[in-house]
């Protein structure tokens, strides 16, 4: 079993920056991909951001230049920085962890206010 804690949801601007974070914990096997979906009122589930190991990352076009995924030494902790937010960024954002297995977090809401 995995677990997963976020945090760093919240209200910003648009223009602003917000930074979420992901920790791990439990049966974390090596080769996982950690990540971040969202969920916009009415709207399916996204990817936004994942990374494999230590620096293997795919972004959702989206956010490409904007948002900059990445992970602790521990490779248990990911991180999302968030910048250059637009109202469009407003969702509930879920952290992701796959490894035999897919495991969510409880997710994080982001609002964006224009």
């Known amino acids: 079993q995995v677990q997963l804690v976020e945090s760093g949801g919240g209200l910003v601007q648009a223009g602003g920056s917000l930074r979420l974070s992901c920790a791990a914990s439990?049966?974390?096997?090596?080769?996982?991909?950690m990540g971040w979906y969202r969920q916009a009122p009415g709207k399916q589930r996204e990817l936004v951001a994942t990374i494999q190991g230590a620096a293997n990352t795919n972004y959702a076009d989206s956010v490409k230049g904007r948002f900059t995924i990445s992970k602790d030494n521990a490779k248990t902790t990911v991180y999302l920085q968030m910048n250059s937010l637009n109202a469009e960024d407003t969702a509930v954002y879920y952290c992701h962890y796959r490894d035999f297995t897919i495991y969510w977090g409880q997710g994080t809401q982001v609002t964006v206010s224009s």
């Open positions: 439990g049966m974390i096997l090596g080769f996982n991909v």
